[in-house]
Structures are given as structure tokens and as C-alpha cells.
């Protein structure tokens, strides 16, 4: 039961990572991806690799993913600074689906889809970390130091710009904001976050494959950071425990065939972004509606 | 005009066609120094545009703007503002979800990096600045309440407060008085006046005739993209042809 | 003889592509909404009839008719349902989006729990390949889809220029101030709109479902090709979309020439993101950078 519990709050802090990132870009910049999951693929591969072939340090791993992440992520930045709405969630769309196939069919790195197995576990100064408490407590702590940067930038004069820009870009412009470099940082420090998660993903399952970084958990995450209110701080965090605690929740109803409950959980976020967009499109922390932008 | 007062916005046979409009034709005027010009002419004579274009929202077909006699072809939108051009918007253009004391303060943060140079010293300096230029124009108790969320006027205002916190030399202002109570536009042409006398150069788009008349040092008139008349308000104003042709509806 | 193989395939899928891609951008062009459920109606159209005329062995004509009226009155009801209201609160693009993303989901999703998460296909003597050329084979619904696509697209004109209604919408998708003009409603063209643009998935739902097979995934797919086609088109050309529709299952189909069948989804969309750096204003559209 403890082992379980502590599995939950592991994968609750790595996915809050994400929706956090996520967030940054979509709350705040008015950024639409979905392409999230390719970034957190990029990261846990990134991080797999170099722990096998170079070193399991986790600074040196963490480092090495988000600098991969972020440099790909202007793949994303080049469509974000042409086009808007419609024509950059296609984008986004592309880049995933291109990404999952890339991650599903370079085997000499990813392992194709049988994945990539064996890695080691992370070192903190030398130290292997295999105990799960500790492990927990790392995942913890990256949590709170990538809460810490975003609001930190959130609140300060970037924010600002960022949330300037969202709500008339136009104006931002005129008045000698720098949209294309405003948006492409976004895009780079989100991107590069999100590869913190990668990496913690990595080494928590010792083994990753495609199936965690396609199009199914983009569009996962997109309903955390919705459900949960997006450019909010609080609402990507709930919408995770949410989201998270749901299969877990479903699976005590015995009634419910097993073989239903991904689907059963999938309906319920559907359903619930349905509702909550026609009665509350902010979200369940936030008021205001997201994307004020016609 | 004379030619001690130094030129600071040239404008050079400006051309700018929409499909097959010519919004602006071959348009030649200098906005000089410490100067309060208007803009006026008839809807769709192309004052907007003109504005599109020293801003560098659009690029000229033909012709091109000089800033202290350095040409501007080419910069980006958001460079030449950096320059000290600001402006205001017809539709305002505020940023809606931020506060009024945050729509002020990030008109003055001119680093698009992760921070901000110069630390705590300059955040406080910049703080006392906000304040300062929303007590000019009477915001101060609204500093924490939404942009959407202001009345029609405190909102023009907001608009106004932003170009002050430029620091910019020239305001290009698109009819920033339109649709004001009468206190609210008096204490508006009280604040452009002091602005203008500590040496801001204004270009004012505007169809109020009584503002034209009080506050103009000189007039531009604008009529299909070409320009027209260009002079002292009074030899303007007095033209029977101009006065006919727009302000005739307005003079009443 | 390969080649020539994968162009018949190709045209064939983006005859069926093109008329999907008309109607969710017929949707888009006269509401403004982003309807990317469209893939869930073109799943729920194909189910209805594999339902009746595969497994309760209803005659086709009965199933055919079955399917369109399901998918009329599904994209009726998303807009009057779920649209509407968040319209009325002048809900932004992106809260109309995710609405929309949500209903795609749940129907995904309840399509699966119903039949199942794998492949079933209608099976019909129409969709047996027949030897064309030596080598060269091509199913009777080959022919079918391109027929379709055909008969679809000059009904489609003709409504759109001689119907009152088809003039509206026309009128909607150009300006919409026009539409007071007309005397309109629009909130009822918006219906039409929503009704016509599912129709056209119908062709598509059972040809893929005589072919390729249908399966609950498949609305994703469709929602994919039709948002590209849509954009590579030129957003608001009718015209654009059924080039664009047509272009995709070509390049999707001649991409297997070289590339192995898993890159056939990327090859799309590599043309798409091109197209979006490049060329955003597609063939026939608008340009829209910023």
C-alpha cells in the first residue's frame, strides 16, 4: 500500500512537471502545443542515453536532456513566431506525430518500439539513488525547483511581457517588445523543463518506450492544465493529482470491467473539458475564460 | 515654419497601396520638435495608415521615414518603437488581463530577456515611476483592478499612461479623446498641453474640431491618401474648400 | 507498375480525403468554429452502418440512409448543444477548440467500449479487387469514391450558388455582416452549415469502412487530414480544402514508393508544416501571418 502510494506521488510529481511547463506556454504566452509529449520524449531519451553511454550523474543527465530539448524546441518556435491559432495547433500536431514516429522507428537510439531498457539508476554526487523514498524526494524536489522558476518568471518582467503579448500582440510590438524572442524563450525554458521530467521518467522506470511520449499524452496533458485552469499556478497541479488519482479511483469500482477503465478515464476528461469549457473556461481554479485573443 | 526648430520624424514621399487603394499617396510632411501637429480628414483618408507606417507595423511601397535623419526601412515594428515613437490605438489595445499598475510597468521594461538589468535599485525607481505617471493621470486608486475591467474613460486614460511610460519623444495618438464626459476631456487637454510644453512631440489624429482648434500648433489635412493642406490652424481652419469638405458635419 | 498501383490508391483515398476536408472546412469558412469533431462524426457515420448492414444485415439502402441521418444530426446537435452556448458567452477560439477536442475524445472512446478498439470492415463484393492491367488491381469502390467525390462536389456548387441558403453561407464565410443583410439567422445557418458539412463525411465513413477497415482511432485520423487539408487548401477555399484533401492522400500513398508504411501519417504531415512556414496562406487562401 505504501509502495503503491509512493509510485502515485512519483508519477503525480513527474506529470506536474509537465502540466506545469505546459502551462507556462499555453496560460501564458497563449502557445498552444500539442506537442508537449515530444519534449518530454526527448528528455527521457536524451537522459537514458547519456546514462548508459556516458554517465548516470543526474546533474550531468538533467543538463544534457534539457540543452536537446530546447535547442529541438525551436522546431516548435519557428511555426509559434509565423502563425497562430489554427494553423500553429496544426503545426504542433505534425511535430508530435512526426516525433512518435521518429522515437518509434530510430531503433539504434530509442529501441523502436520495444523501448529502451536497463537504465541505470540515477547518481546524486556519485551516489546511486535505487531506494524509492529517495527517488521520491528527488522527483519532489525538481517539482519544486520547476515550480520555482516559473513563477518566479511568471511574476517578474517576462511574465509580463508574455501575458502583454497574449492579450494584444500588436500593442506588445508597438511598444517595443520583441515578440519573436519573447516567444521563442518561452517555448526554449518550457521545453527545457519538461525535459526534467523526461529525465526523472527515465530513470524511475529504468525502461521507456514510444507509447509515453505520443499524441495520447499530449492531449493528457492539455486536459490537466484545462480542467485544472490554465495560467493559473495552482491549476495545472490539481488537474494533475486529479487526472492521476482517477484510474486509481475507477479501479475501486469493482462493477467496472478492467479492461474499460482507460477508456472510462478518457471519456470522463472528455466529457469533463466539454462541461467545464461551456460553464467554466477558465478551469477549476480560474475564472477568466482561456485565450482571450479573437 | 522656420527652419531653426529641428526636424524629428521626416516623412518621404510615403506610398502605400491596399490591392487597388491607394491608402497613402506620396505623402511628404515633418513633424518637428516640440510640436503638437494634427492629423485631420475625412474617414478612410489614410491617418491610421500613415501612423501603420512611421511605426513600421507596415512597409511603404514608395518613399521612407527618417528618425533624426536616419532612415527606418527595414526595422522591426517593435525596434523603432525602442527609438522613442510610441503610440495609442483607436481600439486602445490594452493588455486586458493585466493590472493598470502592470499595463504601465511593462511599457517600461525595455529587456525582452529572462530579466531585467540594473536590480533592485531600478524596480524600485520603476515602481515610483508607475505611480507617478498614474497619479498624473489619475488612476492611482485603480492600480490593482484589471484593464478590463476600467470604465470607458479611466480606460483611454490607461492608454494615455502607457505612452507616458515610454519615455518616448514622439506620440502618435489616434483619437485618444474621442468618446470622453467634458471633465474627463478637459483635464485630458490639460495633460497634453503640460506634456507637450516639457518638449514631447505630439501627432494627434483627431475629429473633434474644438480639440483641433485649442490645441494645434499646425494641421495636417488629409484627403484620399494625398496630402493637402499643411499649415498654421488658423490658414487652415479658414480654408472655405477644407471646411466644407470635412469640417462642415463636424463644426456644429 | 508500383508506382501506378500507389496513384490509384492515392486517388482513390484523396477522393474520400477531399470531400471529408470540404466539410469541415465549409464549417470552419461559415462559423468560425473549429470543429475537430468532425473525425467523431465520420467514425459514429461509419459505425451506424457497419451496425446495420454487416451485423444486423439491414439492406444498404436503409444503413445508407441510416448513417447520413446520424451524421447530420450529430454535428446539428455538437452545435446546438455545445457551440452555442459558448458562444453566447463569446467563448474564445481556443475554448471552442477544446470543447470540441473533448466531444472527439468521448465519442473515441465510446465507439471503442461498443465494438472494440480493432479494426472491423464492412465486406462487401464491391470492395474485391479486380485485375485492371497486369498487376495493376483496383477494387470497384475505387471507382465509387472518385464517382462520389464527383456527384458530392457539383451537388455541393450547385446548393452553394443557386440555394438561398447555399448564397448565405457563402456570403456568411466571406463577411459576415453580410448575413443581416440576407435577413438571416445566424445561428440557424450555423446549423445548416454544421448539417451540410457532416453530410460530406458520409461517402468517406463507408468507402474507408469497405476498404481500409473502420476503427474508433480513425476519427483522430480524419480530424488530422481534414485540419491539414484545410490549411494546406488555404482557409475559407472550399476549393482549396478538396485540392488540398486530394493532395494528401496522393503524397500519403506515393510516400509508400520509398518510405515504409509507418512514415505514410509523418509524410502528411511534414507536407503541412511546410506548408504552414512557407506558404500559410495555402493554395487558394488568405494570408494570415502575423
Redesign the interface.
Known sequence: MIAYAMNLATLIAINAILAITLNFIMGYAGIFSLAHALFFGVGAYTAAWIAMHVSADFFLTVSGAALLASLLSLALALPALRVREVYFVAASLGLQVLGSTVFAEWKSVTGGIGGVIGIPPAELFGIPLSDPHAFLALALACLTFVIAVTYGLVRSSFGRSLTAIRDSESAAAAYGKNVALIKTLAVVVSSALCAVAGALYAFYLSFINVESFVLDTSILLMAMVIIGGTGTVLGPIIGTVLLLLLPAGLSYLSFLPHTEIGSIQQMIYGLAMVVLMIFRPGGLVGGRSLGERK | MSAAVPVLLDIRGVSRRFGGLLAINEVTMALEAGVITTLVGPNGAGKTTLFNLITGYLAPDAGEVLWKGRSLRGMPHWAIARLGIARTFQDLRLFTHMSVEDNVLTVMERSSWLWQPGGRRAERAKSARAAAILEMTGLSDKARVRAIDLAYAERKFLSLARVMATDAELWLLDEPASGLDLPSYERFLELLRSKAREGITVCIIEHNFDIVQRISDRIVFLDQGRLIADGEPKAVLADPHLANLYFGEHAA | MLFLQLLVNGIQVGALYALTAVGFSLI?GSTRI?HVAHGATFTLAGYVFYELYSVAGEPWIAALAAATAGAGIFGVLVDRL?YA??QR?E?????????S??????V???V??AFGRGFVSISSPLSRSVELAPGLYAPPTAAISVLAAVVCFVGLHFFLTRTHIGMALRALSENPDLVRVFGLDPRRLSSYAFALGSLLVVPGALLTGATAGLSPALG?HVM?IS??AT?VGG?GSLRGAACGGLLLGLAENLALWHL?P??S??V???V??LF??FR?AGFFGRV???
Do not use: C, K, R, Y
Open positions: 470552419f473549429f455545445v452556448p459558448i458567452h467563448g474564445s477560439f481556443f475554448t471552442v477548440f477544446v470543447a477536442f473533448g466531444i472527439s475524445i468521448v473515441q472512446n465510446l471503442g467500449t483522430n488530422l485540419l491539414a490549411i482557409v515504409d509507418q512514415w501519417e509523418a502528411t504531415f511534414v503541412l508544416f504552414i512556414i500559410p494570415v501571418t502575423q
